[in-house]
């Protein structure tokens, strides 16, 4: 219990599936969370469930001016900035890659990976003016292991792999730490955009994958985010912690 007392987090995307996990966590283990998403709805509901330690905050991840807003909130909210969570995502639906228009292209990248480089834009600074903070990517097994038909999608998962390292060692001196999670398929309302069709078929398909027999859940990712944003990983930097019951070995 409180393992992350005294911290302010921001999360991503944490209106819905893992976003909401790591969010309803790390209030549960004492830090202030600022929840944000697109979708406003989701961000106040889940911030009202979780009480006073949490805000919800509308925001498109992929415009700064918004991702700014964010930030800004969150420190006149909570007094500061801890650890930022990059866990909003989309992905195009499973589809022979050529089907893919240009516009969606351009979305996926802009939300999974654009989101990335403008929250650094935004918290860096504060968390080198702080004299330290915790990044926390939301890669994927789709970036170390691509399943046919994800292509764009796989493509931006490994662009986060390699903003993590990259951020890693160039943040390194500031005693910033930056992770990535590299969840296996997972149990939240994303599941049927990578499965193409939420069918029986397709389940056993994708489960049978899987070593440990099972899709992911939003308690897994939340348990790994709240270790790599915890003071009991600060000797860590720069991971990518695959998080898939096995199916990248
Ligand atoms: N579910 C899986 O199988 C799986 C597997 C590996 C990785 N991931 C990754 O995990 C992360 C979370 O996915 P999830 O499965 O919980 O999905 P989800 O759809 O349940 O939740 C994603 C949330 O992000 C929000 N969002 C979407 N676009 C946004 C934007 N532009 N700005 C702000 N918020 C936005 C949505 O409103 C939603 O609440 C994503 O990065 C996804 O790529 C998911």
């Keep these: 219990m409180n393992r992350l007392e005294g911290k302010v987090a921001l999360v991503t995307g944490a209106g819905s599936g893992f976003g909401l996990g790591i969010a309803e966590t790390f209030a549960?283990?004492?830090a202030k969370v600022a929840i944000v998403d697109i979708n406003e709805g989701a961000a106040?509901?889940?911030a009202e469930k979780i009480g006073s330690s949490a805000i919800g905050l509308a925001a498109d991840v992929s415009k700064a001016v918004d991702v700014n807003a964010a930030v800004e909130k969150?420190?006149?909210a909570f007094g500061k900035l801890d650890i930022v969570v990059n866990n909003a995502g989309i992905s195009h639906r499973n589809r022979p890659m050529l089907e893919v228009e240009e516009d969606e292209f351009d979305r996926v990248f802009a939300v999974?990976?654009?989101s990335i480089y403008l929250f650094a834009k935004a918290a860096v600074p504060l968390m080198q003016k702080q004299g330290g903070g915790a990044i926390i990517n939301v890669g994927s097994t789709a970036g170390l292991r691509p399943r046919p038909g994800l292509t764009w999608y796989n493509s931006t998962k490994g662009a986060v792999h390699t903003m993590t390292k990259s951020m890693a060692v160039e943040l390194a001196p500031n005693k910033i730490?930056?992770?990535a999670l590299a969840p296996v398929a997972g149990e939240?309302?994303?599941l049927a955009t990578f499965m193409g069709e939420d069918t029986p078929q397709k389940r056993e398909l994708f489960v049978n994958s899987i070593p440990l027999g099972r899709f992911s859940t939003p308690q897994d990712i939340a348990n790994a985010a709240l270790y790599l944003a915890s003071d009991e990983a600060?000797?860590?930097?720069?991971v990518v912690l695959e998080v898939d019951g096995g199916r990248c070995i």
């Design 177 to 179: 730490r930056v992770c």
């Design 44 to 46: 106040k509901a889940a």
């Design 234 to 238: 600060s000797m860590i930097t720069g």
């Design 74 to 76: 969150t420190v006149a």
């Design 28 to 30: 549960r283990e004492g």
């Design 112 to 114: 999974n990976v654009k």
């Design 188 to 190: 939240t309302p994303l």
